[in-house]
């Protein structure tokens, strides 16, 4: 009897321990689901929808818009780079570091936000309104080679990369089409 006794006790036990841990995996397991991962959104370039890794077209000499939506409106950290022969996104390489999703910063408060860029002497650089952001330069051979990345961080620093292809085209180009 005092071994079936002690059989039962060491069951239940086992049971309440394993049962235990179980739990807190699972609960554990459902935190990091409900944080989720952060995505950036509706990448546009103009006005236009671009997925990561397609070819982005800008002339030289002339801006264009960049615009993107934050999965949230809490806030976040968005920073624009320029890569030239496969570099990846660096402090070598950034343009521009924004902390948006606040009021409090007032040049991209919200979960949507936009910049304004453009290529003009070996230079892409970024402005919101008449608020220059920063630029980066590049070499003539490097124009085959340019991506556009763009970055954006949750305040749990959970990120998202998005990385287009660059084609410049210069004015003569233009023109000439």
């Known amino acids: 009897m005092k071994h ?100 409090s910063f007032s040049l991209c408060p919200n979960a949507t936000g936009e910049v304004q860029c453009g290529i003009d002497d070996n230079s892409l650089s970024c402005a919101i309104k008449s608020d220059f952001l920063g630029s980066e330069s590049f070499q003539n051979n490097d124009l085959s080679s340019l991506k556009f990345i763009i970055r954006g961080c949750d305040a749990l620093n959970n990120c998202d990369v998005k990385t287009f292809e660059l084609s410049i085209q210069t004015n003569t180009e233009n023109t000439a089409t």
């Open 4 to 103: 079936i006794l002690l059989t039962l006790s060491i069951l239940v036990l086992t049971a309440c321990g394993g049962g235990g841990n179980d739990e807190k995996s699972s609960e554990t397991d459902d935190l990091v689901v409900d944080t989720g991962i952060y995505t950036l959104q509706n990448i546009r370039f103009d006005a236009k929808d671009y997925y990561e890794g397609e070819q982005v077209t800008v002339t030289e000499g002339t801006s264009f818009e960049v615009q993107w939506v934050s999965p949230t409106a809490a806030p976040y950290r968005i920073e624009l780079y320029l890569s030239t022969n496969g570099e990846v996104y660096s402090d070598n390489n950034k343009i521009v570091e924004l902390k948006c999703g606040n009021a």
